[in-house]
């Protein structure tokens, strides 16, 4: 059974940076696409960006530029360097990785606040 970990969310002030991380576990096999969401308080969850085994990224219109996904194939891991965070970037974060048979997982999620 695949698992997902995620770390590094927590309160920062605008402006500031937090890294988040996922380690997915239980797998021998390296996973294809893995991706970042969010969800806000009485939103629906949202894509934020997402990175295939190859490298290839993708970003929500909302974070380009200020946001970077990144992968280390060989530990299933994968990261998410947030910058010149907002408030309105405050969500819980929920990490997804996807088998190569197509199979979606998620983690628990991490929350991340950003005060004004």
């Known amino acids: 059974q695949v698992q997902l970990v995620e770390s590094g969310g927590g309160l920062v002030q605008a402006g500031g940076s937090l890294r988040l991380s996922c380690a997915a576990s239980?797998?021998?096999?390296?996973?294809?696409?893995m991706a970042w969401y969010r969800q806000a308080p009485g939103k629906q969850r949202e894509s934020v960006a997402s990175?295939?085994?190859?490298?290839?990224?993708d970003y929500a219109d909302s974070v380009k530029g200020r946001f970077t996904i990144s992968r280390v194939n060989a530990k299933n891991t994968v990261y998410l360097q947030m910058n010149s965070l907002k408030p309105e970037d405050t969500a819980v974060y929920y990490c997804?990785?996807?088998?190569?048979?197509?199979?979606?997982?998620w983690g628990q999620g991490t929350q991340v606040f950003v005060s004004s």
């Open positions: 239980g797998s021998p096999f390296s996973m294809n696409t």
């Open positions: 990175i295939t085994s190859g490298g290839t990224t």
């Open positions: 997804k990785a996807r088998t190569w048979r197509g199979t979606d997982y």
